[in-house]
């Protein structure tokens, strides 16, 4: 697969990960931190991910505000690889600006479009993965990759599979469904026929470009125009139409039959919430049922479970949790962070109320 | 009352607060701090409650580590009523050094013994109780104060009144008893009969002293040494008895028919722990259930009730707490703290933790 050059990896870098306040921020959102303990952030990890893959071809799509901090963390990533966005357009004008890009370099282009802030236990069968769904977005296809679902989750969209496509394991999608309710979700999974929508799309580049043409002419045109003049981009870009690649390609196409889907099953996270940053994390040594993500020797806990992220910018502070199950305490320098674990996803309540005060320091 | 030069209050400035980590500890104990969000200390308070009876006839007795501390708080004491301890050698030792003082000065004078680090709603009233109990122990008598209870606790001892002496409120004491357990504290309450033990003691110096003398002849012996020659100190210190007031002179004494209760309901509270601290503050404006100590302007919260005790070290630094009911958080520069309301006495285990752990930096 390494020896395929057509395959390049795009990299949308965007989200503002309000519901990891206040580790992940506006001026430094969730996919620029390690949020594993690995030492690696996930957009590093993102990169390490899909070098294998693809060596050095991958493009990063992100906010000309986090430009410099991206550069710094890839140092491998060549200049002209690294896209800022003037402003935030949703996700089609991002991947159809990379899309063109790529076209105009090589017409035979298929790119793999990977969110930076996602988490990947098994990278070798994702891997293997990505290169079934190459295969069968060579024959034309929009590619998604569903992904086996451990759980009724409420917090995905899912993907209903069709028909197989041939020997490979590529399926026909029946159609994509939005977050469903838990008893809805629960019956997706009784059919066996339901995978979580991950958002991750492998389509040829021309493939993708003419599909939009079809549905948003406009749109098409504007990042093509952009990849034939850069120069033109702060003209073009506050133009470009503000639509999610689901709703203005992978759904319409999916009704023409243009959709295939491949099943993963090789533990993908999108590290929504601290909830399930703490799934992701072992128990710290001699604190069963405490996962901490960063220094542990600095927590302290007494009949007490749950995530803590200590602060870490002052020597030897201690989080010490006292007869609280499944609580979360995130440390950060300027704002504190206590909540029950079942309420991780309400974080985004205190962000919302932080900015009707204005207090965009803290955001 | 003003006017009787005998009475002299002596303040027992002592006790780590160990369930108030980590805003007490020991370098800088409970009683140093302002814990009801009045902008006066614990000190401070004991001094302003009880100067209106005593003008400036008050002797602190602390550890040698705060009589600076103890010093710049209280302004107006006199240098020669703060005594310093080299070492703790417990409540007797403490009070009957400066009972011997006292004596020394004047042998009518009658000392009233209140802790530095309790809580009274109703100043008036334990002023008014107060008087009653000076006048009971002009004639002879070891007199305590008996709170009113408010509910069955099991966190104070009890005191068991007998039959009235006199025309006065006082009673004979019957016994002391220690903290009971739950239900045997009901059955105090339901007799009528019982009354908390906060350890407030009012009697004659020289009475405290002879009873002493019967008892224990050396501590006795060893306290008068004292208030003779006080540059005998370091000398005599090491050497003295460590025993508590209770079990050195109050037990006995009420076994003789020579202790009186004066019942109180002022409103009593030793703030204990962040719990009792937190039924001290008044709700914080706008968000029912939740009381803060400290700058409530840094405190957001979403569907949550408890005490929060923000750090106030760092301008506009924010806790947020989502979806937890009685749970207390408490910040400071060097320490986190998070707790369930319920759990509050077990934040001494916290302490015994890092004791063990020779982490006296944060102790």
Not at 29 to 50: I, Y
Request: aromatic share 6%.
């Amino acid at each position: 697969m390494t020896g395929d050059s057509h395959f390049w990896a795009v990299v949308p870098a965007g989200g503002a990960g309000t519901r990891l306040w206040p580790v992940s921020r506006a001026s430094s959102p969730k996919f620029l931190h390690d949020l594993t303990g690995t030492g690696r952030s996930l957009l590093q990890a993102t990169w390490d991910r899909l070098t294998p893959l693809t060596g050095s071809q991958v493009l990063v799509v992100t906010g000309a505000a986090h430009r410099a901090a991206v550069a710094a963390q890839l140092p491998d990533l060549p200049a002209d690889q690294l896209l800022a966005e003037p402003a935030p357009r949703d996700s089609m004008a991002a991947i159809g600006w990379a899309a063109a890009v790529l076209e105009a370099r090589d017409p035979s282009a298929v790119l793999g479009s990977f969110a930076a802030d996602h988490v990947i236990a098994d990278e070798d069968a994702f891997r293997a993965c990505v290169t079934d769904a190459v295969a069968a977005a060579e024959q034309g296809y929009v590619v998604t990759i569903g992904i086996e679902p451990t759980g009724p989750a409420t917090g995905f969209g899912y993907i209903e599979l069709g028909e197989p496509l041939g020997e490979g394991p590529a399926h026909a999608v029946r159609q994509f469904v939005e977050k469903p309710d838990r008893s809805r979700a629960e019956a997706y999974l009784a059919t066996g026929r339901f995978r979580w929508n991950a958002g991750m799309f492998v389509v040829r580049a021309t493939v993708l470009l003419d599909l939009l043409a079809q549905w948003h002419p406009e749109l098409a045109a504007g990042v093509r125009a952009l990849a034939a003049d850069p120069s033109r981009l702060e003209q073009v870009w506050p133009g470009l139409e503000k639509i999610a690649i689901d709703h203005a390609v992978a759904e319409p196409a999916a009704a023409e039959g243009r959709v295939a889907v491949v099943p993963g099953g090789f533990g993908w996270d999108d590290v929504g919430d601290f909830s399930s940053l703490g799934a992701l994390l072992p128990d710290a040594s001699g604190m069963p049922g405490v996962r901490v993500l960063g220094d542990a020797s600095s927590v302290r806990v007494v009949d007490a479970t749950g995530v803590v992220v200590p602060s870490g910018d002052r020597d030897g502070r201690v989080v010490a949790v006292v007869g609280l199950d499944d609580v979360v305490v995130v440390d950060t320098p300027d704002a504190l962070l206590v909540v029950s674990r079942d309420r991780a996803q309400d974080v985004k309540a205190v962000v919302d109320l932080l900015k009707s005060e204005g207090r965009t320091d803290l955001l």
